[in-house]
């Protein structure tokens, strides 16, 4: 940005101001050209910069694409686990003739521990 000071007829100064945005990793073009006038080499280390930036991106986002992959397996492993404790509570009372009015409350709540993990989450 830089400022052009102008002086007309009258004494009076007329002060112009220029600025450029862009959004990206990369200025533009014409930009790029003018790094590459002042530093030369500086085109490569931009592009070098940006496309690191890109890599690293990517490994994160996988890492969390495993992260919530491991965490549903392992939900679903748990979820299986405690309908099998259920079942097996369930018939064990079959067997020693324990009336199951007395372990319902128990079976519901170890259901509805399963179902927890199980549940659809919502990772954002």
């Known amino acids: 940005m830089n400022p052009q000071t102008n002086k007309n007829?009258?004494?009076?100064?007329?002060?112009q101001r220029t600025s450029m945005t862009y959004e990206g990793p990369l200025?533009?073009?014409s930009e790029f050209e003018r790094y590459e006038r002042v530093c030369p080499g500086a085109a490569d280390r931009i592009l070098a910069m940006?496309?690191?930036e890109e890599a690293h991106r990517h490994r994160t986002e996988d890492r969390i694409v495993d992260s919530v992959i491991k965490?549903?397996?392992?939900?679903?492993?748990?979820?299986?686990?405690i309908?099998?404790?259920?079942?097996?509570t369930?018939?064990?009372?079959?067997?020693i003739d324990r009336p199951l009015g007395a372990i319902a409350p128990a079976i519901l709540a170890l259901t509805s521990l399963a179902a927890v993990f199980i549940g659809n989450?919502?990772?954002?």
């Open 121 to 124: 989450k919502n990772n954002k």
């Open 71 to 81: 965490q549903t397996k392992l939900g679903q492993i748990f979820a299986f686990a």
């Open 90 to 95: 369930v018939i064990a009372s079959l067997i």
């Open 27 to 29: 200025p533009p073009a």
């Open 50 to 52: 940006a496309e690191n």
């Open 9 to 15: 007829d009258k004494g009076k100064q007329i002060v």
């Open 83 to 88: 309908a099998l404790g259920s079942l097996g």
